[in-house]
């Protein structure tokens, strides 16, 4: 309503969850008087589900808005909009005085502690970090009570603090939580549950407590069996912060502060189909496979044998590189033929992520002998699992005993089975496929628009776009690349950065991720592309928000 005060000056109240049949009837330039009855409160749902209430609020200018202000504020924004918006108390002098404190953390001071207690070898993520304090969903909220859509957490798995999985770990840890050398029915019925979704060659679970760990007990079967710790890799493949795992993973060793390949460590060139030497999708699988002959040749011209290959189904730290049609299969063949085993790298694609199928090394019609399965395996929660042949458990039951002190207890063991358990009533893998496909559609069009971005890959919700000054050259774009992510975060997106030359924009997300949050991610992606330093960064001085 507008209140005329003088020829030069009036104010306005805003009223806002009334309901709609009493506002059908007003129309403007209608004039009330003073004690009218003007509207009726709303009831839920049409109210937008609150319990029935008035938002009442006082506006000094309406800022040249029409049928819509803003009726909330972020945190530092308060000044701003008390500024506008004068206290209520002046036209309901008894209204009840509800103090609500805004409490956010000293950023300065946590970061400037955290360097203090902190190994310095930690990263921070955005060049304005964020101190973040509860999730839900597909959010991240920070101290501040701002929501983020969280793009790039491929933990959460089945969403933020799922409340299932919450209340199972709850219940189970108020009950016990030991470890696997006492009988369990928890620890059994999750191992069957989660042998089920594997080829039935994999059929044996040994549990642990991460990704890296997985890994290491992969190498360490490699080794018992083969008595060998010659292994072959993929470039820039990760697989953990372990000694042995740091050893296979080019990420880490031909990256900052490593050394190299170790000599126990042959390295295959990335089949990226996008910048390699072999672009050809008919043909790349193969030429790239073609590689591990060279690989095993200098292997057992050193006088040793090849323990075996470990890849992860697709590149995460290349750059979420998908691997060309059959380069596992004739990648394994090849290892295969000189009595090496094979391991799939699962730890950031499978639990249904790529859509089409439950594990990622499905993508490539092969069985591995061995599976390794971390991060989104808890939702959260620390664990990690290896998933092997019959014949490589057996193989590697020399003796010595294998024991976790924490790997299958049986709180871990309820989470884990639950996890499972979402994945399948909420269709999970299905939504992964469903708007995986929708989301990549979208950065299609994109890439369409906006010629900076050169390629976009991926299956179901593991997904990424490359960043190029042009298609002929392909030369990197690390500077437009950490803007975007940057600028993103701005809008309440969050987004990283991957790839050898850090100019690949990553998204993998939680499952529940839906339609509705892929279109707002586009948007703001379409904004962005359209902004002056990724449409003209070439002429404009190197610097980035």
């Avoid at 597909?138 to 491929?154: I, K």
């Avoid at 820039?236 to 993973?249: A, F, K, M, P, Q």
């Avoid at 596992?328 to 090849?334: C, F, H, I």
């Avoid at 092969?366 to 939702?379: A, M």
Wanted: proline share 6%.
């Amino acid at each position: 309503l507008e209140h005329p005060i003088s020829d030069d000056f009036s104010f306005y109240t805003l009223y806002g969850h009334l309901s709609k049949d009493s506002i059908s009837n007003l129309e403007i330039g209608q004039e009330f008087a003073a004690g009218q009855k003007i509207a009726e409160i709303g009831a839920a749902p049409e109210n937008g589900n609150w319990p029935p209430h008035l938002h009442f609020q006082i506006l000094l200018d309406l800022l040249g808005k029409e049928g819509d202000f803003p009726g909330v504020a972020f945190p530092h924004e308060i000044e701003i909009w008390k500024s506008l918006c004068p206290d209520p108390k002046l036209i309901v002098p008894d209204l009840q005085e509800i103090p609500i404190p805004i409490k956010t953390i000293d950023q300065v001071g946590l970061l400037a502690k955290r360097k203090e207690v902190l190994g310095k070898s930690l990263s921070i993520s955005y060049q304005k970090p964020l101190t973040i304090v509860r999730g839900y969903g597909a959010y991240l909220y920070a101290d501040d009570g701002r929501r983020y859509l969280d793009c790039v957490n491929n933990v959460a798995h089945v969403g933020h603090e799922h409340s299932k999985v919450v209340a199972a770990g709850q219940y189970q840890m108020g009950l016990l939580n030991t470890n696997t050398r006492y009988l369990h029915p928890k620890v059994v019925e999750y191992a069957e549950a989660l042998k089920a979704t594997f080829p039935p060659e994999l059929c044996v679970v040994h549990f642990v407590n991460s990704g890296s760990e997985a890994n290491e007990l992969a190498l360490r079967m490699v080794e018992a069996i083969r008595g060998s710790r010659e292994m072959i890799a993929i470039e820039v493949g990760y697989h953990g912060n372990t000694g042995r795992t740091i050893d296979v993973s080019s990420y880490k060793f031909d990256g900052k502060g490593g050394r190299g390949a170790p000599t126990h460590t042959q390295v295959l060139p990335m089949p990226d189909t996008f910048r390699g030497p072999h672009r050809d999708p008919k043909t790349a699988g193969q030429l790239y496979a073609n590689y591990v002959d060279q690989a095993i040749s200098k292997i057992e011209k050193s006088g040793t044998k090849v323990g075996g290959f470990i890849g992860e189904s697709i590149l995460s730290c290349g750059g979420q590189i998908v691997l060309p049609d059959g380069y596992l299969a004739a990648v394994y063949e090849k290892v295969r033929a000189v009595g090496g085993l094979c391991i799939a790298d699962e730890v950031q694609v499978g639990f249904g992520r790529v859509g089409a199928h439950f594990w990622g090394f499905e993508l490539q019609e092969i069985v591995p002998d061995i599976v390794t399965l971390g991060k989104p395996i808890g939702n959260g929660h620390p664990m990690g699992a290896v998933i092997c042949t019959q014949e490589v458990a057996d193989a590697f039951a020399n003796g010595m005993e294998f024991f976790s002190t924490f790997g299958g207890n049986p709180v871990s063991s309820t989470i884990g089975k639950t996890v499972l358990e979402i994945i399948e009533t909420e269709q999970l893998q299905q939504n992964a496929l469903k708007v995986g496909q929708q989301l990549k559609e979208g950065l299609i069009a994109l890439k369409e628009k906006h010629p900076v971005i050169g390629d976009v890959r991926g299956h179901g919700l593991f997904l990424g776009f490359e960043l190029v000054r042009d298609l002929e050259t392909r030369q990197p774009l690390p500077e437009v690349a950490s803007y975007i992510a940057n600028r993103m975060r701005t809008y309440g997106i969050l987004l990283s950065t991957d790839g050898p030359q850090h100019n690949v924009i990553k998204i993998k997300p939680p499952m529940c991720f839906s339609s509705q949050n892929v279109d707002f991610l586009l948007n703001y992606l379409e904004k962005v592309c359209q902004e002056d330093f990724v449409k003209h960064w070439g002429n404009l001085p190197q610097l980035f928000y």
